[in-house]
T-cell receptor
Framework: AQTVTQSQPEMSVQEAETVTLSCTYD???????LFWYKQPPSRQMILVIR??????QNATENRFSVNFQKAAKSFSLKISDSQLGDAAMYFC?????????????FGEGTQLTVNP | DAGVIQSPRHEVTEMGQEVTLRCKPI?????LFWYRQTMMRGLELLIY????????DSGMPEDRFSAKMPNASFSTLKIQPSEPRDSAVYFC?????????????FGPGTRLTVL
């Protein structure tokens, strides 16, 4: 079974600074997808960024980028120019691309605080 | 597009009562997932459907939980009888296809409190 681990329960960053959230995963599959979801106080789950395992190029979405290290099974999220609205719980998630199952397996989450 | 619609948004009930949570997927999405979020266990999948057929219900905690998807535009998650440990936020998420790189779109969740 796949597992996802986020070793940082809490992180904080100053507004306009850069922060990196860590995520590692364990899988024996070669085809899979990785995601970062943001959950603000409203509880809504919002997709931030996704990465296909077969792509070597790191995904980027505006101020959000990932550092995908497939051999190390690491998938960190970098937030540049942090804004107050980035404050939320961030979840790393794994999804198999090899089986008919398409469930998301989530990490424990990292609570990000943005200080003005 | 209205997104995934869940109702009710909040539910407070007493132990032993039946609870029914509802989900309307995004039109055209043929995969539907029920997740539960608690402080102790985080986000966990309960069950998911493809083309209205339950594919994997191994995450359903026990027989008190049941889920149905009678058609492509509606799903229910029922707890009978409810217990205080069922208190959680229940999310419905939908997507396209059984094997699909596209993300799952989450509804706003139903916050359930069982007293």
């Amino acid at each position: 079974a796949q597992t996802v681990t986020q070793s940082q329960p809490e992180m904080s960053v100053q507004e306009a600074e850069t922060v990196t959230l860590s995520c590692t995963y364990d899988t024996s599959e070669s085809d899979y997808y990785l995601f970062w979801y943001k959950q603000p106080p409203s509880r809504q789950m919002i997709l931030v960024i996704r990465q296909e395992a077969y792509k070597q190029q790191n995904a980027t979405e505006n101020r959000f980028s990932v550092n995908f290290q497939k051999a190390a099974k690491s998938f960190s999220l970098k937030i540049s120019d942090s804004q107050l609205g980035d404050a939320a719980m961030y979840f790393c998630a794994y999804r198999s691309g090899e089986t008919s199952g398409s469930r998301l397996t989530f990490g424990e989450g990292t609570q990000l605080t943005v200080n003005p | 597009d209205a997104g995934v619609i869940q109702s009710p948004r909040h539910e407070v009930t007493e132990m032993g009562q039946e609870v029914t949570l509802r989900c309307k997927p995004i039109s055209g999405h043929n995969s539907l997932f029920w997740y539960r979020q608690t402080m102790m266990r985080g986000l966990e999948l309960l069950i998911y459907f493809n083309n209205n057929v339950p594919i994997d219900d191994s995450g359903m905690p026990e027989d008190r939980f049941s889920a149905k998807m009678p058609n492509a535009s509606f799903s229910t998650l029922k707890i009978q009888p409810s217990e205080p440990r069922d208190s959680a936020v229940y999310f419905c998420a939908t997507g396209r296809g059984a094997i699909n790189p596209n993300e799952q779109f989450f509804g706003p969740g139903t916050r359930l409190t069982v007293l």
